[in-house]
């Protein structure tokens, strides 16, 4: 069977928190309570302006998700990554940027094409001028995913406070 698109407002993103969260736990290679000791950032990130989510349905199984919102100063993400960008970069990204949360699609359906679909349908439901998102600055699949999309990279090494790992930011032009 093939998943099926649904735009799901925040009232339906808030319903199936676990849901997702146990999409991010496959796809993102770690245990399920690991995952859903996340739950806390998903729900802030509920009430947030613009916010938009696509998730992918096979039946009534959440096989994939990707949600963001419109960024803003005084959030944590955005203000770390304004800060690692410097004035001029983040004057000409994050002015009016839809940053994209989370994008993850489980490890069997990964590679034929749901995770480009799921980001087309959730960016095609902004007007914000530029996306921007973080993902690990390694060569993924994920990182290939977004360079053959048209990603540009914005920051590289950055690292966020309690994360070891380095992070790269990257930005498309909407």
């Not at 146990?22 to 916010?51: I, N, P």
């Not at 199984?61 to 959030?75: C, E, K, M, S």
């Amino acid at each position: 069977m093939t998943p099926v698109l649904a735009i799901w407002d925040r009232h339906q993103l808030a319903a199936r928190a676990d849901d997702v969260l146990d999409v991010y736990a496959d796809a993102m290679q770690v245990t399920r309570s690991a995952a859903r000791s996340r739950r806390s950032v998903l729900s802030a990130h509920l009430d947030r302006e613009g916010l938009k989510a696509v998730a992918a349905l096979d039946g009534d199984r959440l096989v994939g998700i990707a949600y963001g919102y419109q960024g803003a100063p005084g959030q944590w993400w955005h203000d770390h990554v304004r800060a690692a960008m410097g004035p001029r970069l983040a004057k000409e990204w994050l002015r009016d940027a839809f940053e994209v949360c989370e994008l993850h699609v489980r490890p069997p359906l990964q590679g034929l094409g749901l995770g480009r679909d799921l980001l087309v349908q959730l960016l095609g439901q902004t007007r914000a001028l530029t996306a921007v998102l973080t993902t690990p600055d390694a060569d993924t699949r994920a990182r290939t995913f977004y360079r053959d999309a048209g990603w540009v990279d914005l920051v590289r090494d950055l690292r966020f406070p309690g994360d070891p790992r380095s992070f790269a930011v990257l930005g498309l032009e909407l």
